[in-house]
């Protein structure tokens, strides 16, 4: 149980274009989902928390116009890269929490985006 | 603020002997704590969780750990390493207010046969 799937698992977009990654709980409802990105062999930074039906809320730093996220039901969330640089060439990762009041997450398989 | 400080980027060990993973943690509040593991290719895996319960816990594939307040660390141990053990592991801390995790900076396993 507590799956999470991501989609694309890897996509390449060239400069100036828009890209959509989705993030599903399978088997579960998750009112909270969070986006992190991950640098080559680095840790992995949190980007925004989402809350299904609500705005999301953005990690100092991280530019809520360039990613825009929508948390429509409470087993997908999306994220969208607008406008996408190569300096946005990253692994993106979701994760979901289960059950409020539970701290533990659930990690997507990340997707690696490519911006030529 | 929250924090977690993983001591070593890198760990090699041979296989069949003792790992040792080393975390401190800086939290305000009572923490949570966690282990993950990030295989290649793979998303991150769960081993184990501390939620204020038992201080030694017991996590998936014979890993374990246990927080110590005195000395704010949460060491990840393995008796008996595997090849199938090499991977980047993560210590982690939730923010118990918002449910946000934050990530140590890793550290790769590396299992020498």
């Known amino acids: 149980g507590a799956v999470v799937s991501q989609h694309p698992s890897w996509v390449i977009c060239k400069s100036g274009t828009s890209v959509k990654i989705e993030c599903r709980s399978l088997?579960?409802?998750?009112?909270?989902m969070f986006w992190y990105r991950q640098f080559p062999k680095q840790s992995l930074m949190l980007m925004a928390t989402?809350?299904?039906?609500?705005?999301?809320?953005?990690e100092q730093g991280v530019e809520k116009d360039k990613f825009l996220i929508n948390h429509a039901s409470l087993t997908l969330s999306t994220l969208t890269v607008t406008s996408a640089h190569p300096e946005d060439s990253s692994f993106y990762i979701c994760s979901a929490n289960p059950i409020a009041g539970a701290y533990e997450q659930y990690f997507g398989p990340g997707t690696r985006l490519t911006v030529t | 603020a929250q924090s977690v400080t993983q001591l070593d980027s890198h760990v090699s060990v041979s296989e069949g002997t003792p790992v040792l993973l080393r975390c401190n943690y800086s939290?305000?509040?009572?923490?949570?704590l966690f282990w993950y593991v990030q295989h290649p290719n793979k998303g991150l895996q769960l081993l184990l969780k501390?939620?204020?319960?038992?201080?030694l816990v017991k996590g998936i594939n014979g890993f374990e750990a246990e927080f110590k307040k005195s000395e704010t660390s949460f060491h990840l141990t393995k008796p008996s390493a595997h090849m199938s053990d090499a991977a980047e592991y993560f210590c982690?801390?939730?923010?118990?207010?918002?449910?946000?995790?934050?990530f140590g900076s890793g550290t790769r396993l590396q299992v020498q046969p």
């Open positions: 088997d579960f409802q998750a009112t909270t």
């Open positions: 982690v801390v939730s923010d118990t207010g918002r449910r946000a995790l934050t």
């Open positions: 989402s809350n299904e039906g609500s705005k999301a809320t953005y």
């Open positions: 939290s305000s509040y009572s923490p949570s």
């Open positions: 501390y939620t204020s319960a038992a201080t």
